[in-house]
């Protein structure tokens, strides 16, 4: 069936530094996306970035992802995080009028 | 953008009590998703729909049932509530447009079941 892995439950950064949260899926469908979802503090989910074209580089707010159909994944990275950068990160696919997300990762940034 | 309204925003519910909790959506979006979230497990697919008059089981359907009246609302009811349904429950809406499918989210229901 389709899925969406994220390993990484929390992930700790001083603020800074790089980071790079993974995402790797598994999907029979052809026609599909691939979202990371930014959720902070009391909110809803919110879309953060889309991709479906393969190696092609999405970015959005700081946040960069490259979708690799050869490696099932869609890693979301982040050249220099801010504090305002905390938040829980969901990697999602979606095709066929459904949508597949991840555990979500927790993201702190230290100071 | 996408507007999608939940109410109540939060309800205290007495156990084997009936629960309602409803999502309005104004963008015309053919599906609509309930889902809940609690730590350690994300968002997990209660109950979703293609349109007006349908409703399909998502991965977690134990103990509710959905709704979709028409193609702006969708319920979650809990028939016979239980501790183990407190928590946060968002419902979504989306459309299978450009050969993928994005959700918008409301803001959440938080429910506690006492």
């Known amino acids: 069936g389709d899925s969406v892995t994220q390993t990484e439950g929390l992930v700790t950064v001083t603020e800074g530094l790089p980071v790079m949260l993974n995402c790797t899926y598994q999907?029979?469908?052809?026609?599909?996306?691939f979202f990371w979802y930014v959720q902070y503090l009391n909110e809803a989910p919110k879309l953060l970035l889309r991709?479906?074209?393969?190696?092609k580089r999405t970015e959005h707010q700081g946040f960069h992802a490259t979708l690799h159909k050869s490696s099932s994944s869609f890693h979301l990275q982040k050249s220099s995080v801010q504090l305002s950068d905390s938040a829980l990160y969901y990697c999602?696919?979606?095709?066929?009028?459904?949508?597949?997300f991840g555990d979500g990762t927790q993201l702190v940034v230290k100071p | 953008e996408a507007a999608v309204t939940q109410s109540p925003r939060n309800k205290v519910a007495v156990t084997g009590g009936k629960v309602t909790l409803s999502c309005n959506q104004t963008?015309?979006?053919?599906?609509m998703y309930w889902y809940r979230q609690d730590t350690g497990h994300g968002l997990r697919l209660i109950h979703y729909?293609?349109?007006?008059?349908?409703?399909e089981k998502g991965d977690i359907p134990d103990g509710y049932k959905a709704s979709r009246p028409s193609q702006e609302n969708f319920s979650l009811i809990l028939e016979l509530a239980t501790p183990s349904q407190t928590s946060v429950y968002f419902c979504?809406?989306?459309?299978?447009?450009?050969?993928?499918?994005?959700?918008?989210f409301g803001k959440g229901t938080r429910l506690t079941v006492v």
């Open positions: 979504a809406s989306g459309d299978q447009g450009q050969g993928y499918t994005e959700v918008f």
């Open positions: 999907t029979a469908y052809s026609d599909v996306a």
């Open positions: 991709s479906s074209t393969d190696n």
């Open positions: 999602a696919l979606g095709g066929n009028n459904r949508i597949f």
């Open positions: 963008n015309n979006h053919n599906n």
């Open positions: 729909s293609y349109g007006a008059g349908s409703t």
